[in-house]
């Protein structure tokens, strides 16, 4: 999980707020260590960002917690599928922005641009639900900036695409396991 702030513009990456990433709440994976803030202490967001549908990057209990924290207009921008399981998580649906790679979305007023790119992972939740929903990385472009969100991923070929593609990044974010 993490706050970007970019040309006056704040965004928040894959929210993890909860103590362990699994279906079940007295196993799987434990934090490393405490959220740095409660999700109420957050600032104003103009935009949250769910690469995919893994456990350490989409908590429904996050989830939640922000759709009634955050103002009513907050788009969830999101890789194709997903948008099913946030709304199942309480984000209204006309709030879901779903996005295939090279699609973009535009914030109100125009001046920040989030595009969904390639990324080499994975989806789902469960046993049977592998790779039905879609994962992305994400460029965000404001008027001065741009930032490379990679979500889940190992190395791609595609980044030199998605730099041709995008432009010049002035942060790039690169979670490879």
Do not use: C
């Not at 456990?55 to 948008?83: C, E, K, N, Q």
Request: charged content about 20%; proline content about 8%; hydrophobic content about 45%.
């Amino acid at each position: 999980t993490v706050l970007v702030e970019l040309d006056g513009h704040r965004v928040l990456t894959d929210p993890v707020w909860g103590e362990r990433v699994s279906p079940v709440s007295f196993a799987g994976p434990k934090r490393f260590h405490p959220a740095p803030v409660p999700i109420a202490a957050l600032p104003a967001l103009d935009a949250v960002i769910v690469s995919h549908d893994h456990y350490d990057h989409l908590d429904a209990p996050s989830i939640t917690a922000l759709v009634a924290a955050l103002a009513p207009t907050t788009p969830f921008v999101t890789s194709l599928g997903v948008g099913a399981h946030l709304e199942a998580f309480g984000v209204p649906a006309e709030r879901i922005v779903e996005l295939d790679w090279w699609e973009s979305f535009s914030l109100p007023g125009g001046d920040l641009r989030i595009t969904a790119a390639p990324s080499q992972h994975f989806s789902g939740r469960g046993v049977t639900d592998r790779n039905r929903t879609a994962w992305s990385s994400f460029h965000l472009r404001g008027p001065r900036h741009g930032v490379f969100f990679s979500g889940d991923t190992g190395l791609t070929p595609e980044y030199a695409e998605i730099r041709g593609r995008l432009g010049a990044m002035d942060l790039v974010m690169l979670e490879v396991g």
